[in-house]
């Protein structure tokens, strides 16, 4: 079965940064399109990033320059890693699988305040 | 630059069927989408990816109720016989030079 265990979200003040993973079983990350999805409180989903399996990434406007997605094939597992955070990054946080985010991760609470 | 648009709200009776709309921006006729439905207090989950040419695929465990269809610009979502379970917010996605897009959702009520 093809699962995905976000992990790693947490309160963190503005500025600081923090490490998302997304754990992967049933399959394996480096043979396929693994993304990032965010929806803030009360708001629709915003597309973060994606990884390539050739490795290629990409991100949105509104977190490039701050935000890096990478994996580790060792461990079957994608990251975020958050720098720079701002009260906006504030959302629940979503790994999906393939560019049709084919299953999603079940999120995790990024919260950034003071 | 690509643009996803859907109606903000739709509603129809329990045991009808609904149809509900994403309209591609001038240009993108060919794109493929996906359609997501996300309950309420609950994640997003993937229902169905739909070509331009009709081809799709549907995501584990959809039920045969979801159907999808294209016009042009437009793709369509279409579920019959409603059930309560889904009253839900449901999201086109797709593709443009390697960035991610979501439409604005449309919130289905299940009277």
């Known amino acids: 079965e093809v699962q995905l265990v976000e992990s790693g979200g947490g309160l963190v003040q503005p500025g600081g940064s923090l490490r998302l993973s997304c754990a992967a079983s049933?399959?394996?990350?480096?043979?396929?399109?693994m993304n990032w999805v965010r929806q803030a409180p009360g708001k629709g989903l915003e597309w973060v990033s994606v990884?390539?399996?050739?490795?290629?990434?990409y991100y949105a406007d509104s977190v490039k320059g701050r935000f890096t997605i990478s994996r580790d094939n060792s461990k079957n597992t994608v990251y975020l890693q958050m720098n720079s955070l701002r009260a906006e990054d504030t959302a629940v946080y979503y790994c999906?699988?393939?560019?049709?985010?084919?299953?999603w991760g079940q999120g995790t609470l990024v919260t950034v305040s003071s | 630059q690509l643009v996803l648009t859907q109606s903000p709200s739709a509603s129809a009776s329990l045991g009808a069927s609904v149809k509900l709309t994403c309209t591609l921006s001038?240009?993108?006729?060919?794109?493929?989408i996906a359609w997501h439905q996300q309950q309420p207090e609950k994640g997003p989950r993937f229902l169905m990816m739909?070509?331009?040419?009709?081809?799709?695929y549907k995501g584990d465990g959809i039920p045969d109720r979801f159907s999808g269809s294209t016009s042009g610009a437009e793709r369509y979502l279409t579920i019959s016989s409603l059930q309560s379970e889904d009253e839900a917010d449901y999201y086109c996605?797709?593709?443009?030079?390697?960035?991610?897009?979501f439409g604005g959702g449309t919130k289905l009520t299940v009277l």
């Open positions: 999906g699988r393939h560019d049709w985010l084919d299953p």
């Open positions: 049933g399959f394996t990350v480096s043979s396929d399109y």
């Open positions: 990884i390539h399996s050739g490795g290629a990434t």
């Open positions: 001038s240009g993108h006729n060919n794109y493929a």
């Open positions: 739909f070509n331009s040419d009709g081809s799709h």
């Open positions: 996605q797709t593709w443009d030079t390697g960035i991610g897009v």
